[in-house]
C-alpha cells in the first residue's frame, strides 16, 4: 500500500460557496496514480497535482506539493488576522487590497510548495531539471463573492463551464503550446513536455490571477491524463449535464470518457459547482 494515498476523499465535500467532487483513476497503462487533489472546505481551497518521477517519486512530489500549499495558506491566513487587528485602526496599514493579499499569499505558497519539493529532490541528489515534480493548478476563494485566486503550474488544467459555453481558464506550459503560439503547424513536440513544474529547479514563475466567480459556474481542475485525449467538445457536453446533484455521476462519466479515448495516463477529474 502506498504511503502517499489521496489527501481528499471521494465524497462530496461541502464548500462554504458550492458543492465540489473529485475522482482519480490509475488509468488503462500505468501501474500506480501519481495524481492526487485537495479539496480543503476550511480555507475554500481546491487543487489538483499531477505527480512525476520513477518508482514513488511522483506520488511524493503531488502529496507534498499539495500539504505544503495548504500549510503556507493556514499560515497566510492567520497572519493576515493578525495584521488585521494590529492595523485595524492604521490608515496607511499595506494589507487594506483582501485581493493583492490573497494573490501574494496564493503565489508564496506556490513557491513554498516548490521549495519543499526541490528539498526532498536535493536532499537525493537529483537536481538540474532531474529528480520528481509535478504539476499544481487549482483556485482559493478566500471569501465569499469574491474572485478565485487561480494558481498554475505545468499542464493540469481548469475550466469553467458558464452559460453552456465552456473555456480553459489556464494555459498550459508546456513546448506544445508554445509552438502553437509562435505559429507552428508542422514537427510539433510532444504534448507532455513541460515548460515548468514543481520540484525539478530551485525556482519557478507560477501563474496567479484573480477571476470572477458568480453562481451557477461549473468549475473543473483536471490532469492531462483526461484533457490530453479527450476533444473539447467531448469534455463541454459532459459537463453541460451536470449539477450539483449529480458531480459524482459526472466525474465518472469523464473518467470513463478518458479511458474510451485510450489515455494512458492517470486521470483526475475534480468538478465544483457554485452556488453563491
Known sequence: MSHWPPLSPSIYHRLSYG?????????????????????DTTLGLVAVADGMGGQEGGEIASYTALESLRASIVRAMDDEDAA???????????WQDPNGAAVLAVFKAVEFANARVYAANVGNERTSGGGMGTTLTGFWRRRDGGPL??????????????????SILTR??????????????????ARN????????????????????????????????????D?????????????????????????????????SRDNITALLVQVER
Do not use: W
Not at 19 to 39: E, I, P, T
Not at 199 to 227: K, N, Q, R, Y
Open 19 to 39: 458543492s465540489a467532487y473529485g475522482l482519480s483513476d490509475v488509468g488503462l497503462v500505468r501501474k500506480s496514480n501519481q495524481d492526487n487533489f485537495l479539496v
Open 84 to 94: 488585521g487587528q494590529t492595523n485595524a485602526h492604521d490608515p496607511d496599514a499595506t
Open 149 to 166: 485566486i487561480v494558481f498554475h503550474v505545468g499542464d493540469s488544467r481548469l475550466y469553467r463551464l458558464r452559460g453552456g459555453e465552456l
Open 172 to 189: 498550459d506550459q508546456t513546448l506544445y503550446q508554445q509552438a502553437l503560439e509562435a505559429g507552428e503547424s508542422d514537427s510539433l513536440p
Open 193 to 228: 513536455l513541460l515548460l515548468q513544474a514543481i520540484g525539478p529547479l530551485e525556482t519557478i514563475s507560477p501563474d496567479v490571477t484573480a477571476c470572477d466567480c458568480l453562481p451557477g459556474d461549473l468549475l473543473m481542475l483536471c490532469s492531462d491524463g483526461l484533457h490530453g
Open 230 to 262: 479527450v476533444p473539447h467538445a467531448a469534455i463541454a457536453d459532459a459537463l453541460r449535464g451536470a449539477d450539483a446533484q449529480s458531480l459524482e455521476e459526472c466525474c465518472a462519466a469523464l473518467i470513463a470518457l478518458a479511458k474510451a479515448h485510450a
